[in-house]
């Protein structure tokens, strides 16, 4: 048996899983040893047959592949297994320029390759329940983006056809009477309504089922105290507080805010050279689930620092450390808005720039207010 190990690429598809290996401290290219079906058992007696073609056990392969659709199915079987298993960031990961010619045994080659020197950016492998929880959370957030689109069709249908409502709000229970009530130019068109009547109340009642299903997770999930001492922040109630915290997971991991806030893409993009710097817009990359939600609870900083009758009701039987974190919160970034707007700023820069520094705010949440959370994954920054 070799006394050094074996870095293991592979590129994984939905299909098919090209693999590619190259031995530690081997200089050169990674040898290709072909492909297999795309699932974890097929990858598993693949991964097999080449430790035994190496020469190794198989708990000796160090096998890395990039974080995509597949998820993280893969890995947590392979590292059930006992074999090392790590996910890397694809859009991290360094490319030739001159490089024009892409194959995925080319991708397996280079993952190896890049695995062995240490080159790329590895990515956390989340728990299970935790991945449940942003399940649930997402969910719930398409169902939310299905109801609007439900209205919007109704809304134009009605339109087409000469019917305004009078009334102050739309979607109200005396909107929702008046539509019910309406009497069209046939039965055709009538059934019509009915069926996109039917659609609304069903996205309505699917929200219902994901909020339900989620405050259930809640409160035995790990992650509860920090979900409760988030909504004793303004802007934050449970579905936000649970989206931010199942997305972002343990902050721990980063070091200060500002890798952080590059995470979630809140950061300006920068193209600078010599004497000249140009910041553009911000760059939106990593998590955009999380980058929404943030940006969302920066709104309600727009209004001056004030503790309500309901965001008391959440702060109860919150530590001292919270609570003035959460009043520092509201007063720094409201004040960081109004600065904004003085200047002249856009609306939407505004809101962008306090969601910016929302994120600092929660990464301190999570590292300085000594909160009971569950013991650090020992990961590097995702």
Same mark, same amino acid.
């Given at each position: ?23 530690? /401290?081997?200089?050169?290219?990674? &040898? ?7 699932? &974890? ?12 073609? *190496? ?5 000796? *392969? ?15 079987? *392979? ?24 194959? +995925? ?7 190896? !390759? ?49 019917? !305004? ?54 409160? +035995? ?48 993009? #920068?193209?600078?050279? /010599? ?18 939600? *943030?940006? #969302? ?14 965001? /008391? ?32 700023? &856009?609306? &939407? ?7 910016? #520094? ?25």
């Amino acid at each position: 048996m070799s006394s050094k190990k074996y870095y293991v690429g592979l590129d994984v598809h939905k299909e098919s899983v090209a693999i590619a290996s190259i031995k530690e /401290g081997e200089r050169g290219e990674a &040898n290709y040893f072909g492909s297999c079906g795309g699932s &974890n058992l097929a990858v598993e007696r693949a991964l097999r047959k080449l430790a035994k073609q *190496l020469g190794v056990d198989v708990k000796e *392969l160090d096998v890395c592949y990039e974080a995509g659709p597949t998820g993280f199915v893969l890995g947590r079987r *392979l590292l059930q297994l006992g074999i090392e298993c790590s996910l890397c960031a694809p859009s991290k990961t360094e490319r030739k320029a001159g490089e024009q010619i892409k194959t +995925d045994k080319r991708d397996a080659k280079q993952l190896a !390759r890049a695995h062995k020197n240490g080159d790329l950016t590895l990515v956390r492998i989340p728990p299970q329940l935790d991945e449940a929880m942003r399940d649930v959370c997402r969910a719930r957030t398409d169902a939310v983006d299905d109801l609007a689109r439900a209205k919007q069709r109704l809304g134009a249908f009605l339109l087409r056809h000469g019917f !305004r409502y009078s009334g102050k709000t739309n979607w109200t229970a005396a909107h929702m009477r008046y539509l019910r009530d309406l009497t069209m130019p046939n039965d055709t068109q009538k059934v019509v309504l009915e069926e996109y009547l039917q659609a609304i109340n069903y996205c309505v009642t699917r929200i219902q089922r994901f909020k339900d299903k989620l405050f259930e997770l809640l409160q +035995d999930w790990q992650w509860k105290p920090v979900v409760d001492a988030l909504m004793a922040c303004k802007g934050f109630q449970e579905v936000a507080a649970t989206t931010i915290v199942s997305e972002l997971g343990d902050l721990r991991r980063f070091q200060n805010p500002r890798q952080l806030m590059a995470f979630v893409g809140l950061v300006p993009s #920068e193209k600078s050279s /010599g004497e000249t710097r140009r910041q553009g817009s911000i760059t939106k990359c990593g998590n955009s689930h999380a980058r929404w939600m *943030l940006v #969302e609870c920066a709104q309600h900083f727009r209004r001056p620092p004030k503790v309500s009758g309901a965001l /008391g009701d959440r702060q109860k039987g919150q530590s001292k450390e919270v609570l003035e974190l959460a009043w520092r919160m509201q007063n720094r970034l409201h004040k960081r808005y109004v600065k904004l707007k003085m200047r002249g700023k &856009n609306e &939407n820069k505004c809101i962008v720039a306090v969601a910016r #520094e929302l994120v600092a705010f929660i990464w301190e949440l999570q590292n300085k207010c000594n909160l009971a959370m569950p013991e650090m994954e020992c990961v590097t920054e995702s």
